[in-house]
T-cell receptor, first 114, second 114 residues
Framework: NAGVTQTPKFRVLKTGQSMTLLCAQDMNHEYMYWYRQDPGMGLRLIHYSVGEGTTAKGEVPDGYNVSRLKKQNFLLGLESAAPSQTSVYFC?????????????FGQGTRLTVV | AQSVTQPDIHITVSEGASLELRCNYSYGATPYLFWYVQSPGQGLQLLLKYFSGDTLVQGIKGFEAEFKRSQSSFNLRKPSVHWSDAAEYFCAVGAHSSASKIIFGSGTRLSIRP
C-alpha cells in the first residue's frame, strides 16, 4: 500500500527560486496537511485542506501557497525560496473527524535553500 | 484555538525504568489526542489516540496514555523502556468538528541509558 507519497525526497534550491512539493494519497482521505519540522520546534502546520478545492492557513503560512485541485493530491508551493524555509516538510492525510481519525504521514522532503 | 505543550525537551531514562512523557493541551471543547513517535531520519508513526470513551488508552509497543480533562493532560507512559524506544515523541490535538486541524507539540526527545 502506497499511503502518502511525497516527491521529491530531497531538494536544494537557491534563494529566490521557486518549486512545488507534491503530496499524493491513495486512501480517499478528505483532509490533507502540510507541516514543516525544525529542530526544537516540532511540527508546525503550514496549510491544510478539508476537501477537494478547499485550503486553509495553518500556524506558519507565510511564503507558501497550496492547491487541492484533486482529492488525492495536495501541492505546496514556494514562490521565492528563502534560507528560512530550509526544513523537512511532511505531508499527511486523514479521514474526517471520527473514531478512525488519525493522520498518516509521508516520509518527508528535506529542502535546503542556499 | 488549539495548542499543545510538551514541557520536557529531552529526557534520559535507564533501560528497564518506567517512563512518563508529559503533554498538556488547550482546546475549548472535547479534543481528540494523539501520540506519535519519530525515529531518527524517519517519518511519524502513531502510537495511540484518544477520541472518546475510556480515558486510558493502550497503544503499540507497550505504551499507554491517560486523558485527564481536569488537568488538560494526555501523558504517555511505559512501565519498562527498551533501548529501541529512543526516539522523538510528539503529542498532537485535533477537534471534534468539521474543518478541524491537527496541531503538534514541540516534541520530547527520549534517550535510553544502558
Amino acid at each position: 500500500n502506497a499511503g502518502v507519497t511525497q516527491t521529491p525526497k530531497f531538494r536544494v534550491l537557491k534563494t529566490g527560486q521557486s518549486m512545488t512539493l507534491l503530496c499524493a494519497q491513495d486512501m480517499n482521505h478528505e483532509y490533507m496537511y502540510w507541516y514543516r519540522q525544525d529542530p526544537g520546534m516540532g511540527l508546525r502546520l503550514i496549510h491544510y485542506s478539508v476537501g477537494e478545492g478547499t485550503t486553509a492557513k495553518g500556524e506558519v503560512p507565510d511564503g507558501y501557497n497550496v492547491s487541492r485541485l484533486k482529492k488525492q493530491n495536495f501541492l505546496l508551493g514556494l514562490e521565492s525560496a528563502a534560507p528560512s524555509q530550509t526544513s523537512v516538510y511532511f505531508c499527511a492525510s486523514s479521514p474526517i473527524p471520527g473514531q478512525n481519525t488519525e493522520a498518516f504521514f509521508g516520509q518527508g522532503t528535506r529542502l535546503t535553500v542556499v | 484555538a488549539q495548542s499543545v505543550t510538551q514541557p520536557d525537551i529531552h529526557i534520559t531514562v535507564s533501560e528497564g525504568a518506567s517512563l512518563e512523557l508529559r503533554c498538556n493541551y488547550s482546546y475549548g471543547a472535547t479534543p481528540y489526542l494523539f501520540w506519535y513517535v519519530q525515529s531518527p531520519g524517519q517519518g511519524l508513526q502513531l502510537l495511540l489516540k484518544y477520541f472518546s470513551g475510556d480515558t486510558l488508552v493502550q497503544g503499540i509497543k507497550g505504551f499507554e496514555a491517560e486523558f485527564k480533562r481536569s488537568q488538560s493532560s494526555f501523558n504517555l507512559r511505559k512501565p519498562s523502556v527498551h533501548w529501541s524506544d529512543a526516539a522523538e515523541y510528539f503529542c498532537a490535538v485535533g477537534a471534534h468538528s468539521s474543518a478541524s486541524k491537527i496541531i503538534f507539540g514541540s516534541g520530547t526527545r527520549l534517550s535510553i541509558r544502558p
